[in-house]
């Protein structure tokens, strides 16, 4: 998907199609899917088993980022421990070695989860542009129903096959019922 597409001229930012139930907003993910569509996502107020299939999604960043801060924390600890206790502050104890990587797993695993979890919360945060204090389906009284018994595809204009008419077409042959446009 591409972020920074341009607006579309007027103030409109898509469509938004109900559907019956659990299977039919499956099959018209997949037809969504397949129509080459790259800015819409599904609605509803269960999850749905296999529907990132059915939407073609790829898979998060979010666990790479994770691997990334995990071993930035495990090696800092490592590197700052190793450089406080055996370079900067030699203190020789019993003719122990200045430094033993052993001593130094506790504070060594207690940073690698630290950083873990500040690179999952806030890759999550970043990836999923969150918070987002404002979006334009909280404005529509059937997109606030999604939560409780509400099945919906939103299709932004941003996307680049997106035409308002042919869209609204294509929504109503996928049998999306009470087709709204969303305005910005």
């Known amino acids: ?36 569509f790259s800015r819409w996502d599904v609605y509803s107020p269960i999850p749905i088993h296999g529907i990132d299939e059915a939407m073609g999604l790829k898979t998060s960043h979010v666990p790479k980022i994770v ?29 122990k070695p ?3 990587w052993e001593a130094s797993l506790p ?6 989860v630290l950083l873990s979890a ?19 389906l909280l404005k529509k009284e059937r997109f606030l129903r999604v939560s409780d018994d509400r099945f919906c595809i ?6 680049p096959k997106f035409d308002l008419n042919g869209t609204r077409g294509f929504l109503e042959g996928l049998g999306g019922r009470n087709i709204d446009v969303v305005e910005a």
């Open 1 to 36: 998907m591409k972020k920074n597409a341009p607006a579309p001229a007027d103030s409109t930012w898509g469509l938004l199609a109900e559907f019956d139930d659990v299977s039919a907003v499956y099959h018209a993910a997949e037809k969504c899917r397949d129509a080459g």
């Open 67 to 95: 691997g990334v801060m995990a071993i930035l924390g495990v090696s800092g600890a490592l590197l700052l421990q190793w450089w406080t206790i055996g370079v900067d502050y030699q203190i020789p104890n019993g003719g």
């Open 98 to 100: 200045l430094f033993a």
């Open 107 to 112: 504070i060594t695993f207690e940073l690698g």
């Open 118 to 136: 500040f690179g999952a919360l806030f890759g999550m945060l970043i990836l999923n542009t969150l918070p987002m204090h404002y979006h334009p």
């Open 154 to 159: 939103a299709i932004e204009a941003r996307d």
